[in-house]
Every structure is written in structure tokens, then in C-alpha cells.
RNA sequence: CGGAGCGUAGCGCAGUCUGGUAGCGCACUACACUGGGGGUGUAGGGGUCGUGGGUUCAAAUCCCGCCGCUCCGACCA
């Protein structure tokens, strides 16, 4: 792409109602625009970013075995009101109403709708289990929306949802989710850590959120302190395999959510505690019968019995991830974005592109870059190299590879780590080279 | 939902107390100089001062209503 015809409206000044360093970010790399209070456009920057959490996400989702369909943001009330939740949700659920006077709503979540469609379609315990998931938007009319995309009222999600016989069936379904979702934010190099969450109704231990320690998190937590140096690097695990082991690695230290922290343990350990803020980028929640029951899913079983479906439900704010990531990564430059989330891999600078050499350089690097597949931000602009610099740093991709008549003196360009800040002058051939062994 | 603010050019702000023809910086346009980390100069363009009403000879400024946004706290499957 190039950045003379690319829609990128960045900010020199920051915003006066953004407050924290993603929020500030974000506006000013041109990724979002607020819309109204917690609304938020994306940006053709910000949005490349969203497919990109969006893919790797749908990736680790398909990679255990969870399938995916797509459910509507508008739902006919008639279903909450089976589950009871119509008058239990309060305010926060944006409610409308059609030209037939049929109450509807904006889904803030899809519990009932996937139920119902589970129960129309599925009769014997040999249909289970089942995992499906879902990537939509969803509105919640939060009383204090903030912090950008962090806590907005329109947000995408992914929810996938298990369907077993039986417990130890629906453990097995955590299990596997539970795994994921370590890969999942490891891949976007996040260390998102499991913690203990208020349960469900059913009590127990399964309800876990994954949590990232950022100083602007919205709620304190607490955990051992080994959680914080602990390898987060995505292993290959078979989703057939029992999966109890990696699950008790991982949930055998202590951590906890505000709700669940336990002053007698966090007493013991003493030094290895480690207390701070957190953001909530996922939550896994057992919750056995609960809607199965109320809304009639049920199953034959093997003894003719009709037998109500153990569910659980698995949410991961996709679009809040991208003001996470940022918080977990940026400096005083701007955003540095872990690649696998980057919008681009590199920003190609050409200082003089109204240079005959100059120009000859860049835009040939720039093809070369394109014809091996590589996604490339090209400032082609004729102004100013300190503007160049500071844009490309602000929006933070990972590489920088910059075009002056200085370099080309000796046929070199200058290859940048945007999170490192090393620099190396190398020939074109080289640098094409490495940034695509990257 | 309790408490506190803010709304003036695309962005950041001053002007409001004490009413008298709407300003500054950045950005934008043109030209010149400049040219490897958000340059310099000259000349420009852009605002029904959130909105509706009231007071007044005169309202960004005073009064009342409404709308929007933000912050602190409570809340947050």
C-alpha cells in the first residue's frame, strides 16, 4: 500500500478525552474514530489489525475442533424471556422495537439464541458433544463505557459454546478451550494469564478468566509471581490427548480475579505474590444445565432417558484485544505492534522520493517486497524525514526500511527493529532477504 | 446509578468572572528557502462559539431547559 493514497488521518496532539495509552494511540495512529459514547469506526489501519486478532483467534478456535457459524445482532425477545434473562439483564441490554410492536433486542451475548437452535436440531446423546463459536458484534449499554475500545458498548467477540452429556464431557470441553486460549494469546504476544473467576451457578472450579497485567486494567488481581516469567511460547498439542495435565500446569499456582482472591494464601506467599491491575481479554465459564434446562435442550440418552445438555460458554473480546496489545506494547514513540497483529510487516521509507535514484530504489524494494507476499506500508510522500519517522514509529510496525539518497550512495538501506531501535545498513538485496526469512 | 467537569476551526487550547465586530499554536492551501528524526519565512482559507429559549440597544460571555462527551466511584455473563 501505498501511504500517498492511503487513508491514514494520524494525530500530532493527542485528544483530550483519551486517557490511557492505547486509547491515546489508537486515535492518533489512525485506527478508530469515536463514533458516540463507547462507539467506535475502524479505520483502515485499525481494521487490518481487527482481522488479523480476528484470524488468528478463528484459527486456534477451528485448530480444537470448534466450528464456525455466524448468529444475527438482533433477537426476538420472545427467547429471553424463556431463559428468564429478559427482566434479569437490566438496563444494559439495548432493547428495540419493530414496526409490529414485537420486542426485540441487540444481543450484548448469544446463550439463548444458540440454544434454541441446538435444541431444534439436535435429539441423541450420539450428536454430542458439540463446540460451536461465533465471531459478531455485540452491544452492551454499559453504564460507564471508557478507555476506547476497552470497555465499549459495541464490541466483537467471539463466543463459542460446548455442548456434552455430562460433566466430565463438558470438562473435557473446557479443557480443550482452556488450552486454546493459551495459544491464542500467545500467538499475539500476549501473557494472558488464567485465573481463577467467580463461578457459575454450578460453583466448582471451572470459570477462568485470561488475564493481562497492565497498569490501566480495570480491575486488581493477584498472582504467584512465577506467572509473570513463564514461557508463554504456543506449544503443538493434540486436542485428543488428555489435556488435564497442561491445565493443572497452569492453574497450580495461584491466581485470582478481585472476586476470588484469597487473603490467607496471598499471606503465605509473601514475597512470590504479585498484585496489580489486569484486562480481561477472556473468560471461560462452566455453567452445567442452566439454559439447557430452562429452554428444553435436551438429549436421548443412551438409556431412552431425556437428558438436559451440560453447557459452557467461552468469550474472547476480540476488538478489546487490539487496545490490549497496545497497552502490553508501546513506547513513547507510538504503538509496537508484536508481528503476528501487525497491520503491516514493514514501513518502506523513501526520504527523496522525487529523487530519479531515490525512486527507482523505493519503488523497486517496494515491488520486490509485494511479489514475495510481504505486507508493505510504502511512505512514497515527498516531505519531510522527521514527519516520515515519527509517523512510522507511531504506528509501530514491526520493520522499517528506509530509502535515502545518503545510503544509496553505496547502494545500502537502513533496515530498523521498531521494538529494538537497532538499526543496520545493509544492501537491498540483503535486506529483502531478511525481512522475508522474518 | 451517586459525585465532578467540559462543549469556541480538523486537533490542542485562550477568551466567559467584569456583555461591545472571535483569537493563539498545530494542521490545511500557495510560493520561496530547506532537506536523514514532527523545519523556516511570506501570504491565505476555514468557526450559525453543542442546541433551543430568555434578558439586553448588544450575548461565546448573564439566566433557564435540552443534547452530547469525559473523569472519579459503584456496577460489569
Given amino acids: 500500500m501505498r501511504l500517498s493514497q492511503y487513508f491514514l488521518p494520524t494525530l500530532k496532539e493527542t485528544p483530550s478525552e483519551a486517557r490511557i495509552a492505547s486509547h491515546r494511540l489508537m486515535l492518533r495512529a489512525g485506527l478508530i474514530r469515536q463514533s458516540s459514547a463507547g462507539v467506535y469506526s475502524w479505520l483502515p489501519l485499525g481494521l487490518r489489525v ?7 483467534t478463528r484459527q486456534e478456535q477451528d485448530a480444537l475442533g470448534c466450528q464456525e457459524m455466524l ?11 424463556e431463559s428468564g434473562r429478559y427482566d434479569a439483564y437490566g ?15 441487540y444481543g450484548p451475548t448469544n446463550e439463548e439464541q444458540i440454544t ?14 458439540k463446540l460451536l463459536y461465533h465471531i459478531q458484534w455485540k452491544f452492551r449499554d454499559e453504564v460507564r463505557p471508557r478507555f476506547g475500545v476497552m470497555r465499549g458498548r459495541e464490541f466483537l467477540m467471539k463466543d463459542a459454546y460446548s455442548f456434552d452429556l455430562d460433566v466430565q464431557g463438558a470438562r473435557r470441553s473446557y479443557n480443550k478451550m482452556f488450552v486454546s486460549y493459551l495459544r491464542t494469546f500467545g500467538r499475539m504476544g500476549l501473557k494472558a494469564i488464567p485465573m481463577r473467576a467467580e463461578s457459575g451457578p454450578i460453583g466448582g472450579d471451572m470459570s477462568h478468566e485470561f488475564v493481562i497485567l497492565a497498569d490501566t486494567g480495570e480491575s486488581e488481581v493477584a498472582c504467584h509471581k512465577d506467572f509473570v516469567d513463564m514461557d508463554w511460547a504456543a506449544a503443538d498439542i493434540d486436542y485428543e490427548d488428555d489435556l488435564q495435565p497442561v491445565i493443572d500446569r497452569f492453574t497450580a499456582k495461584y491466581a485470582a480475579t478481585d472476586d476470588e482472591r484469597d487473603p490467607d494464601i496471598e499471606k503465605s506467599l509473601a514475597a512470590d505474590l504479585v498484585v496489580g491491575r489486569g484486562i480481561e481479554v477472556g473468560h471461560i465459564f462452566y455453567f452445567g444445565d442452566k439454559y439447557s434446562r430452562a429452554m428444553g435442550a435436551t438429549v436421548t440418552g443412551p438409556d431412552g432417558e431425556e437428558i438436559a445438555v451440560e453447557m459452557g460458554s467461552y468469550g474472547i473480546g476480540v476488538s478489546r484485544l487490539v487496545g490490549a496489545v497496545i497497552e502490553a506494547s508501546h513506547d513513547d514513540g507510538g504503538i509496537i505492534w508484536p508481528q503476528p497483529v501487525a497491520p503491516f510487516l514493514v514501513g518502506l521509507i523513501n526520504l527523496k522520493p522525487d529523487d530519479a535514484a531515490c525512486a527507482a530504489a523505493g519503488d523497486g524494494l517496494y515491488q520486490k517486497l ?29 520493520w522499517q526500511v ?7 550512495k553505496t547502494g545500502a538501506v537502513e533496515l530498523k527493529n521498531r521494538r529494538s531501535g537497532d538499526k543496520e545498513e545493509l544492501s537491498i538485496d540483503r535486506a529483502l532477504a531478511k525481512l522475508t526469512e522474518s
Avoid: C, N
Fill in 91 to 105: 438496563p444494559e441490554m439495548l432493547r428495540i422495537t419493530d414496526r409490529h410492536g414485537r420486542d426485540m433486542l
Fill in 71 to 81: 448468529m444475527p445482532t438482533i433477537q426476538p425477545a420472545a427467547l429471553w424471556r
Fill in 402 to 408: 528506509v530509502v535515502g539518497p545518503r545510503g544509496l
Fill in 370 to 398: 509485494r511479489d514475495r507476499g510481504i505486507e508493505v506500508l510504502y511512505d512514497d510522500r515527498v516531505g519531510r524525514a522527521g514527519v516520515k519517522f515519527a509517523e512510522m514509529d507511531l504506528i509501530g510496525l514491526p
Fill in 116 to 129: 434454541e437452535i441446538f435444541r431444534e436440531t439436535v435429539r441423541s446423546y450420539k450428536d454430542l458433544p
Fill in 50 to 56: 481487527l482481522k488479523k486478532i480476528e484470524r488468528i
